[in-house]
């Protein structure tokens, strides 16, 4: 099992920055890839930015592109995400994953281990 906590969020200005953290622990050398998604009311849980675990190469959503950048540092089993230009339309719970065996988790489906969810509040 890999155990994900997630850290960072909060309320921001439109325009504001803001950065995630998300620590594994347990089974992390499992992971293949990491990610996160991000869920507003009423609507599902999207992909927003995923990293491969040892390669680091990195793939985002077109709404984040430019905006967000997703990183790694192995060495502490930590996940990233530096969020800058922040929009009123970024609220949402923002969820970390990991993979066992895809390269890049791009859809909800590929993980296997999810963190309990952050709230990541844009004020216009």
């Known amino acids: 099992q890999v155990q994900l906590v997630e850290s960072g969020g909060g309320l921001v200005q439109a325009g504001g920055s803001l950065r995630l953290s998300c620590e594994a622990s347990g089974r992390t050398f499992d992971i293949a890839s990491m990610g996160w998604f991000r869920q507003a009311p009423g609507k599902e849980r999207e992909f927003v930015a995923t990293i491969n675990w040892s390669g680091g190469a990195t793939t985002y959503a077109d709404s984040v592109k430019g905006r967000f950048t997703i990183s790694r540092d192995n060495a502490k089993n930590t996940l990233y995400l530096q969020m800058n230009s922040l929009k009123p339309e970024d609220t949402a719970v923002y969820y970390c994953?990991?993979?066992?065996?895809?390269?890049?988790?791009?859809?909800?489906?590929?993980?296997?281990?999810w963190g309990q969810g952050i709230q990541v509040t844009v004020s216009s």
């Open positions: 994953a990991a993979a066992r065996w895809y390269t890049f988790i791009l859809a909800t489906r590929q993980s296997n281990y």
